[in-house]
């Protein structure tokens, strides 16, 4: 009996030590990121602010704001009447129209007497186009199946306007008086169109969106395979340069073809074009974003990323990068073929054949460098190159450490054990008008969605993922509008 009875004793001692390592070891970074990493599985319990959330989004969804024959002007009065409805000023929500049909929606919440200057939350309610027949779900309709919200713009960037005013009215509601204003902006034409809100605003009625720094859309949480890798924080981003690519003839009957072709020239050149690398550059924000992700990827790709963070001329850590798209236009400025016309008639030599080539800027790379690139790699005086726009400056800005910190604990709360990860965007956002300007600004949206199809067909974000990103934001904002010390 004493011999059992010690056994016993030392069973359970040895037990009691074995779930002691095993909360140490729960405790301890790379087991505890393991088990966090996973993508919820559980069902959110929806709250009323959601709910608020999902109603303004559907309704924003719902309206046309593509540039053919929509209009952002009927938005921003739509979300304009709730916001007011729900207590706020007329002073306090102003719709500027900067062009017929183009409206933006700037709302301010009023903090204490200022001593610092605002936050601003900027979105875009303009989307790109969406014909009904390229799509097996009607664009304009949004459409809630399978655990996802369909709808042209769910992902980019009405999902952002939606949350954003939610938030607002959110604090409005529970008494919180911010010890900044906060300044919610939802903005036109930033996908293209002619009439952009935000340079106009800046231009004529600068004070409107006067703030310290702006949250943007541009940053959100990478998933893979179901599994949360890191949340990225845009701190930069690509400059915009469309060059076109042009070639004449005097053309003839296209039963005597000559060599002297415009289609086939220019056909030469778009191949050199296609074929080319730009060299790899890094700069502070890829080279940490790099850094970082090395450890987060496949060890098969990772030690490809601490190679190039440690010497950007590795031509095979290049190389092995380049072979994924995101990572290639990380590393490198990029130029591609987006549209092409030419010849005019079936049985004619092509008079003309021209080519539009959308380039993709490094932050700190010169347009002219690029365009003398681009002349030499097609060497043929027959193809003309000309520039369809000014490459608008983009400089990378950086996180306060005060602001990083915050970032990072919000993160945790939220999903524990996910790094956030400064990135640069590949694209471009209406940020550049604002660091142009000096007002620092940041991708921050806490929206872990995966591959959404922005800009294609069935555009479509999961719906967990949204309430997330609103609750994130909520907690985020709240948070920067209290005194932070750096």
Same mark, same amino acid.
């Given at each position: 009996?004493?011999?059992?009875?010690?056994?016993?004793?030392?069973?359970?001692?040895?037990?009691?030590?074995?779930?002691?390592?095993?909360?140490?070891?729960?405790?301890?970074?790379?087991?505890?990121?393991?088990?966090?990493?996973?993508?919820?599985?559980?069902?959110?319990?929806?709250?009323? #602010?959601?709910?608020?959330?999902?109603?303004?989004?559907?309704?924003?969804?719902?309206?046309?704001?593509?540039?053919?024959? =929509?209009?952002?002007?009927?938005?921003?009065?739509? &979300?304009?009447?709730?916001?007011?409805?729900?207590?706020?000023?007329?002073?306090?929500?102003?719709?500027? /129209?900067?062009?017929?049909?183009?409206?933006?929606?700037?709302?301010?919440?009023?903090?204490?007497?200022?001593?610092?200057?605002?936050?601003?939350?900027?979105?875009?309610?303009?989307?790109?186009?969406?014909?009904?027949?390229?799509?097996?779900?009607?664009?304009?309709?949004?459409?809630?199946?399978?655990?996802?919200? $369909?709808?042209? %713009?769910?992902? !980019?960037?009405?999902?952002?306007?939606?949350?954003?005013?939610?938030?607002?009215?959110?604090?409005?509601?529970?008494?919180?008086?911010? /010890?900044? !204003?906060?300044?919610?902006?939802?903005?036109?034409?930033?996908?293209?169109?002619?009439?952009?809100?935000?340079? #106009?605003?800046?231009?004529?009625?600068?004070?409107?969106?006067?703030?310290?720094?702006?949250?943007?859309?541009?940053? =959100? =949480?990478?998933?893979? !395979? =179901?599994?949360?890798?890191?949340?990225?924080?845009?701190?930069? +981003?690509?400059?915009?340069?469309?060059?076109?690519? /042009?070639?004449?003839?005097?053309?003839?009957?296209?039963?005597?073809?000559?060599?002297?072709?415009?289609?086939?020239?220019?056909?030469?050149?778009?191949?050199?074009? %296609?074929?080319?690398?730009?060299?790899?550059?890094?700069?502070?924000?890829?080279? /940490? $974003?790099?850094?970082?992700?090395?450890?987060?990827?496949?060890?098969?790709?990772? #030690?490809?990323?601490?190679?190039?963070?440690?010497? +950007?001329?590795?031509?095979?850590?290049?190389?092995?990068?380049?072979?994924?798209?995101?990572?290639?236009?990380? &590393?490198?400025?990029?130029?591609?073929?987006?549209?092409?016309?030419?010849?005019?008639?079936?049985?004619?030599?092509?008079?003309?054949?021209?080519?539009?080539?959308?380039?993709?800027?490094?932050?700190?790379?010169?347009?002219?460098?690029?365009?003398?690139?681009?002349?030499?790699?097609?060497?043929?005086?027959?193809?003309?190159?000309?520039?369809?726009?000014?490459?608008?400056?983009?400089?990378?800005?950086?996180?306060?450490?005060?602001?990083?910190?915050?970032?990072?604990?919000?993160?945790? +709360?939220? #999903?524990?054990?996910?790094?956030?990860?400064?990135?640069?965007?590949?694209?471009?956002?209406?940020?550049? $008008?604002?660091?142009?300007?000096?007002?620092?600004?940041?991708?921050?949206?806490?929206?872990?969605?995966?591959?959404?199809?922005?800009?294609?067909?069935?555009?479509?974000?999961?719906?967990?993922?949204? $309430? !997330?990103?609103?609750?994130? &934001?909520?907690?985020?904002?709240?948070?920067?509008?209290?005194?932070?010390?750096?």
């Amino acid at each position: 009996m004493r011999r059992r009875s010690i056994c016993r004793s030392i069973c359970r001692s040895l037990f009691a030590l074995a779930t002691v390592l095993v909360a140490a070891l729960a405790l301890s970074a790379p087991f505890h990121q393991a088990l966090s990493a996973q993508a919820p599985a559980s069902k959110r319990v929806l709250t009323k #602010w959601d709910t608020l959330a999902h109603d303004l989004f559907k309704e924003l969804i719902e309206i046309n704001t593509q540039e053919s024959n =929509g209009s952002t002007l009927v938005a921003a009065k739509a &979300m304009a009447a709730h916001l007011k409805k729900a207590g706020f000023p007329d002073s306090d929500v102003v719709v500027v /129209e900067n062009a017929p049909r183009k409206g933006n929606l700037i709302a301010r919440l009023h903090g204490k007497p200022a001593t610092k200057k605002p936050i601003m939350l900027l979105s875009h309610i303009d989307v790109v186009e969406a014909k009904p027949e390229d799509w097996t779900l009607p664009p304009f309709t949004f459409v809630e199946k399978d655990s996802t919200f $369909y709808g042209r %713009g769910v992902s !980019d960037d009405k999902d952002d306007g939606a949350i954003n005013l939610a938030l607002i009215m959110r604090l409005k509601a529970e008494g919180f008086v911010p /010890e900044r !204003d906060i300044i919610v902006a939802l903005t036109t034409d930033e996908e293209g169109g002619p009439n952009n809100g935000v340079d #106009w605003i800046l231009k004529n009625r600068p004070k409107l969106l006067d703030a310290e720094y702006a949250l943007n859309e541009g940053g =959100g =949480g990478r998933v893979k !395979d =179901g599994k949360f890798v890191s949340h990225d924080i845009q701190a930069a +981003e690509k400059k915009v340069l469309n060059i076109t690519l /042009e070639s004449t003839n005097p053309g003839g009957h296209s039963s005597v073809p000559v060599k002297d072709n415009a289609i086939t020239h220019l056909s030469d050149a778009l191949v050199k074009i %296609g074929a080319f690398d730009f060299p790899v550059h890094l700069n502070d924000i890829t080279r /940490e $974003y790099f850094r970082r992700s090395a450890s987060l990827v496949d060890p098969k790709i990772g #030690w490809a990323m601490t190679a190039i963070a440690e010497n +950007e001329k590795d031509v095979a850590a290049a190389a092995a990068l380049a072979a994924d798209p995101r990572y290639n236009s990380t &590393m490198r400025t990029t130029c591609v073929a987006t549209t092409i016309e030419g010849g005019h008639a079936k049985n004619a030599l092509p008079q003309r054949a021209k080519a539009n080539v959308n380039c993709r800027i490094l932050p700190d790379a010169d347009a002219k460098d690029v365009i003398a690139t681009i002349n030499k790699v097609i060497g043929d005086p027959k193809v003309v190159v000309t520039v369809g726009n000014e490459a608008r400056n983009s400089p990378a800005t950086m996180a306060s450490p005060a602001l990083m910190r915050e970032l990072d604990r919000v993160t945790q +709360e939220m #999903w524990p054990g996910v790094g956030v990860i400064p990135t640069m965007s590949t694209g471009a956002t209406d940020g550049s $008008y604002l660091r142009n300007t000096g007002i620092p600004t940041f991708g921050v949206s806490g929206q872990f969605y995966g591959e959404s199809n922005a800009h294609g067909m069935n555009e479509h974000i999961p719906q967990r993922g949204f $309430y !997330d990103a609103n609750e994130f &934001m909520y907690r985020l904002v709240k948070s920067l509008a209290r005194p932070i010390v750096n």
